[in-house]
């Protein structure tokens, strides 16, 4: 049996576009976002739990898809990501405007709000700007709320998480820096 070329075009292209048709098969939850927990053979083996990392990285690799493929359907489904990503949002309370850690059937499971999380939060907004999904603004307030919340000037470090009540762990990991 022969490796395949990993530094062929053609294998790196048939490989992104076996992928994609993938998610576009089994991913894609109609009622928001996409399924995280899929099997190699495309089912659902947990339909219910999302978690903040692998939300944001769905709003960046559809965006990517879109900006390789030109293919409207990406975009419809950065768009699709990106408005489910909005239901990790903490709305109220001392951890207003950040994203949680986990859902469960659509509501907040894990309120953490971990700086590694919010990090891919700005990833994803600075990503659905470059496709024109967001404006300059909502990546600079998703900036704005990760340095006010986990950057400590004192140790020119950000702490890694608060926690779900509003505390900040003093813990500086690699993760978050």
């Given amino acids: 049996m022969s490796l395949p070329d990993l530094e062929s075009r053609a294998f790196l292209q048939a490989h992104v576009a076996h992928t994609l048709a993938f998610y576009d098969r089994h991913a894609i939850d109609p009622e928001g976002g996409f399924f995280h927990y899929l099997k190699d053979d495309g089912s659902v083996y947990e339909r219910s739990h999302r978690h903040l990392v692998s939300a944001t990285r769905l709003v960046f690799t559809q965006s990517m898809a879109y900006l390789h493929t030109g293919q409207s359907r990406y975009l419809e489904q950065t768009r699709h ?47 659905a700007h470059r496709v024109g999904l967001c404006d300059a603004q909502q990546v600079a307030q998703a900036y704005e709320r990760m340095e006010s919340a986990f950057f400590e000037p004192a140790h020119e470090a950000y702490a890694d998480e608060i926690t779900p009540s509003g505390e900040l762990i003093p813990y500086r990991g690699q993760n978050a820096n």
């Fill in 81 to 127: 990501a990106l408005a489910h990503l909005e239901r990790f949002r903490h709305a109220e309370g001392p951890l207003a405007g950040l994203y949680a850690w986990t859902l469960r059937d659509g509501q907040i499971e894990d309120g953490t709000v971990m700086a590694y999380g919010q990090a891919f939060v700005l990833l994803a907004f600075a990503q």
